[in-house]
C-alpha cells in the first residue's frame, strides 16, 4: 500500500473559510514537507517539519512522528490559495514519497 | 535554500527521438533527484543523480530509457531515450543543499507526438 495517504483528495472552499488537509504514514517517517503546486505547474515549498508545528501567514502545520501523521491547516482561505497541495515525507535514506495530492479550489 | 534551474521549460518531440533535459543548481548541493509527474498526479522519484557515478534507479525507472549524468555538484542532465507518448508528463529535478529541505525546480513539461 501507499506509504502517504493524503486526505481529501478534493477540498472547495469559500472565501474567508478553513479547513485542514492531513497526511497519514503507513512507516516511520523523519520529516514531512508541504508543497502547494500552482497553475503553472511550480512546485512552492510551504513548510518543512521534522517535528512540532510551524506557522506561516494563513497556513499552519504540524508533524507528529510518534503518531505517523501530518496536518496543513488553512485559514481565511483566498482566491490565490487555490492548487494542489502535497505532503511529501522522508524516511531514514531522506528519499521523498509524495502523497497524491489534494485539489483545493477557493472561491468567491 | 537552493535554486533549480531547468531547460528547456516545456518540449514536443516525435515518438522515437530522444531529448535532454538539463538542470542547474546556484550552489553546490550533494544529493540531486529526478521526479516524473503524469497530469493530475503525484510526483514520483525516479533517480537519485550521483555526482561522478552511475545514477541509482526507482523500481520502474532504467538507465537505457532515462539515463541520467551529473558531471559536478551543481548539473546534472536527463535523457528521454526512444520517446513515447506515455512518457509525456512533467519532469522536475530537485536537491538537498543539506539534511533538511528539498527544493524543486520548474519542471520540464514534455508531450511526446
Known amino acids: 500500500g501507499d506509504q502517504v495517504e493524503q486526505s481529501p483528495s478534493a477540498l472547495s472552499l469559500h472565501e474567508g473559510t478553513g479547513s485542514a488537509l492531513r497526511c497519514n504514514f503507513t512507516?516511520?517517517?523523519?520529516?514531512v514537507q508541504w508543497f502547494q503546486q500552482n497553475s503553472r505547474g511550480s512546485l512552492i515549498n510551504l513548510f518543512y517539519?521534522?517535528?512540532g508545528t510551524k506557522e506561516n501567514g494563513r497556513l499552519k502545520s504540524t508533524f507528529n512522528s510518534k503518531e505517523s501523521y501530518s496536518t496543513l491547516h488553512i485559514r481565511d482561505a483566498q482566491l490565490e490559495d487555490s492548487g494542489t497541495y502535497f505532503c511529501a515525507a522522508g524516511g531514514s535514506n531522506a528519499k521523498l514519497t509524495f502523497g497524491k495530492g489534494t485539489k483545493l479550489s477557493v472561491k468567491s | 535554500s537552493v535554486l533549480l534551474y531547468q531547460k528547456p521549460n516545456r518540449d514536443i518531440c516525435q515518438s522515437g527521438t530522444s531529448l535532454k533535459i538539463q538542470c542547474v543548481a546556484d550552489?553546490?548541493?550533494?544529493?540531486m533527484f529526478w521526479y516524473q509527474q503524469f497530469q493530475e498526479q503525484s510526483l514520483m522519484l525516479m533517480a537519485t543523480a550521483n555526482e561522478g557515478s552511475e545514477a541509482t534507479y526507482e523500481s520502474g525507472f532504467t538507465k537505457d530509457k532515462f539515463p541520467i549524468s551529473r558531471p559536478n555538484l551543481t548539473f546534472s542532465t536527463l535523457t528521454v531515450n526512444n520517446a513515447r507518448p506515455g512518457d509525456s508528463s512533467i519532469y522536475f529535478c530537485s536537491s538537498r543543499a543539506g539534511q533538511d529541505t528539498q527544493y524543486f525546480g520548474p519542471g520540464t513539461r514534455l508531450l511526446v507526438l
Open positions: 512507516t516511520t517517517m523523519r520529516a
Open positions: 550552489s553546490q548541493v550533494v544529493s
Open positions: 517539519l521534522a517535528s
